[in-house]
């Protein structure tokens, strides 16, 4: 199931963003990152790639029956708008996982969880994004559950600096 969520020229942005993210492996800029994760700069530059062109693979999960779809509508959420399609035939819904917006991230997160044994230090910043995540959650008619954009991102930065300042011994 292909189905690309950004227009071409949002799309041709990220490619450019990736393009400069490689020129910026390549001098070394960036080369504290990835070493301090434990990945050399050929993974981290496959991660990169693997998460562009993975967001345009959903990976179908469930499917749900038919039902009353809202269609043809501009939505707003926590300040986003959203257009909803015009629905012809509606099949039902699909419940998919996105490769390079979930699926990559998930396995480096386990990965890097396994690697540097931080198992219950994970599931706590886990839970606090989750219970966050949760609270803010909405579901938009002809859009799905929306979340306001930068908290989950925002959220995970707070719930990781606050447990590595107060359990996690430094990283070698």
């Known amino acids: 199931m ?3 969520p950004l227009s071409l020229p949002f799309f041709s942005i990220l490619v450019g963003l990736f393009l ?9 800029i960036l080369r504290y990152a990835y070493m301090r994760l434990g990945v050399s700069s050929g993974t981290a530059l496959l991660l990169l790639l693997g998460s ?4 345009y693979i ?14 043809g509508q501009e939505i707003e959420f926590f300040g986003m708008h959203y257009s909803v399609p015009v629905v012809v035939d509606w099949p039902g819904t699909v419940i998919a996982i996105n490769v390079g917006g979930a699926l990559i991230p998930t396995l480096m ?5 396994a690697k540097y044994r931080l198992w219950s230090l ?13 609270s803010l ?7 799905g559950i929306a979340v306001p954009t930068f908290v989950p991102a925002v959220i995970a930065a707070i719930a990781a600096w606050v447990l590595s300042r107060r359990y996690a011994a430094p990283l070698a």
């Open 122 to 134: 994970g599931f706590i910043a886990t839970a606090c994004v989750a219970a966050v995540c949760y």
């Open 20 to 28: 400069l993210l490689v020129a910026l492996i390549q001098v070394g």
């Open 109 to 113: 997160s386990l990965y890097l969880l």
């Open 2 to 4: 292909h189905y690309l």
């Open 58 to 71: 959903n990976i179908p999960l469930v499917q749900l029956p038919e039902q009353n779809v809202v269609s």
């Open 137 to 143: 959650a909405r579901p938009v008619p002809g859009v």
């Open 52 to 55: 562009l062109i993975g967001s």
